[in-house]
């Protein structure tokens, strides 16, 4: 008998994990109970206030081609451009509520082509946009949500930042039966180049296939509007929780965005917002900003800098004196919620004064008739003998003849003029050239 007691426990604590295993196993193999979604109050949280300002592009995919027969339909004839119609117009709704700034593609039933709906985006310089679809596939039980990238993940972080939020809050919303291991995806998987609407839109863009209309059952639901409805929520959700995480910047301080400085060695200096701190929380007062995420490019290219975490600026260290002209800063950050900073290229120009100016008249001598004109170029160097910046005024002045324009402008350090000779006055004679940018410099002549 005291051998037994033992076993008898032993035999009870199996049974017992057993049935926790039977139960899981049943719960596993019921995907309908997730898939009974609670209805939808369409309740507005709190931390979608933050939308307010955002601009936001709205993309319902495909529309003007209900004359292509079966053209991207459902089983019973559902067409996928008019529920993408029907959940972009309620996102709409749920975004201006709260003051976000929404552009839509389209808001009809009207074709528009792939580089015009970038094109809209880009114009608007747009904090995002989001492509709305659903899906189509051969087999009528698939039916998940999928969000889409493009290309490398490495140069779409921004845009998986939001791809997250709205894949995550699309499905939550949805509730359907199936999930997709990752559930969000690279457009490279589909098309080498990736999709067009996401190559050609310069900021941050997702495309999201909310569910397959290919589903029949799926195809019923998404008649309906109060289905559509809320897949708009699920987005406008997704959307609102991920600009409430913060949209962290780098600001250009010095040289101010836009200006020009006459050295070649600037002090670049940058500071860090998290996109938090404006909001006046209460919370530590060095920026929520992770100090090995910074990244400074200059004109495309990565640059050392120093992180001054008391202070919250990064201050550029140049590797070598600037080249005359214009200097884009863009600044990589993510803040503490993990969202990286939206794409913002920022620029200053480099314009040391010329030192020297050079005139040459293209040919010495002119015929006394009155219409004839030589060309003069005049070349404007700085002090290291470089040609001037760009796009910087040029002015002349002749003592004879008439200019057809005494205002022209650099490019690599030369503008061009036109002098035209005057039938009454010799032949020969001087040009003279003043660089504006410059104020010291003596008048250079030039025999021609
Ligand atoms: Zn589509």
């Known amino acids: 008998m005291i051998g037994l007691k033992p076993l008898l426990s032993f035999i009870c604590i199996v049974l017992i994990v057993l049935t926790g295993c039977g139960e899981k196993r049943e719960k596993q193999e019921k995907p309908d109970e997730w898939h009974k979604p609670s209805q939808a109050d369409f309740a507005i949280p709190p931390y979608a206030r933050y939308l307010e300002g955002i601009k936001i592009c709205l993309d319902p995919g495909h529309g003007g081609q209900a004359h292509l027969p079966n053209y991207k339909r459902g089983p019973t004839g559902l067409r996928e451009a008019e529920v993408n119609l029907r959940v972009a117009l309620y996102l709409h709704e749920f975004l201006t509520e709260v003051g976000a700034i929404v552009f839509m593609t389209r808001t009809d039933d009207s074709f528009v082509s792939i580089s015009d709906r970038s094109k809209l985006a880009n114009k608007n310089v747009v904090d995002f946009f989001i492509s709305l679809h659903h899906n189509f596939f051969s087999n009528p039980e698939t ?28 499905v939550d919303t949805l509730q359907l039966p199936q999930f997709p291991p990752t559930g969000l995806y690279s457009d490279r998987l589909v098309i080498p180049s990736g999709f067009g609407v996401l190559r050609q839109t310069k900021r941050p863009a997702i495309l999201c296939e909310a569910s397959f209309y290919s589903d029949p059952e799926e195809e019923q639901r998404l008649k309906e ?175 004879l003849g008439r200019l057809a324009e005494t205002e022209s402008t650099s490019q690599n350090g030369e503008a061009r003029f036109y002098l035209h000779t005057d039938a009454t006055q010799p032949q020969s004679g001087r040009a003279q050239g003043e660089s504006c940018l410059q104020r010291q410099i003596s008048n250079h002549h030039h025999p021609f």
Not at 284 to 312: A, M, N
Not at 350 to 355: D, E, K, R
């Open 143 to 170: 039916n998940y949500t999928s969000t889409w990238y493009h290309q490398d993940a490495d140069d779409s972080r921004t845009s998986l930042d939001l791809a997250r939020y709205v894949q995550q809050s699309v």
């Open 225 to 399: 509007k109060s289905y559509n409805k809320r897949e708009a929520y699920g987005y406008f959700l997704g959307i609102a929780r991920y600009v409430a995480a913060g949209l962290p910047k780098g600001i250009l301080l010095t040289p101010a965005p836009e200006s020009s400085v006459e050295t070649k060695t600037p002090r670049i200096q940058i500071r860090v917002a998290d996109g938090l701190h404006e909001r006046g929380a209460w919370m530590l007062k060095r920026q929520q900003v992770f100090s090995d995420s910074i990244r400074v490019k200059l004109d495309g290219t990565v640059v050392p800098h120093q992180y001054l975490r008391t202070e919250d600026l990064i201050v550029v260290t140049l590797p070598k004196p600037l080249s005359n002209g214009v200097h884009l800063v863009e600044t990589d950050l993510v803040n503490y919620y993990g969202n990286h900073s939206l794409p913002n290229k920022q620029w200053f120009k480099v314009v040391p004064p010329a030192a020297k100016l050079k005139l040459r008249a293209w040919t010495k001598t002119l015929p006394p008739d009155g219409a004839s004109y030589v060309g003069i170029t005049a070349t404007a160097l700085d002090k290291n003998g470089l040609p001037i910046a760009d796009d910087e005024p040029i002015h002349a002045q002749t003592s």
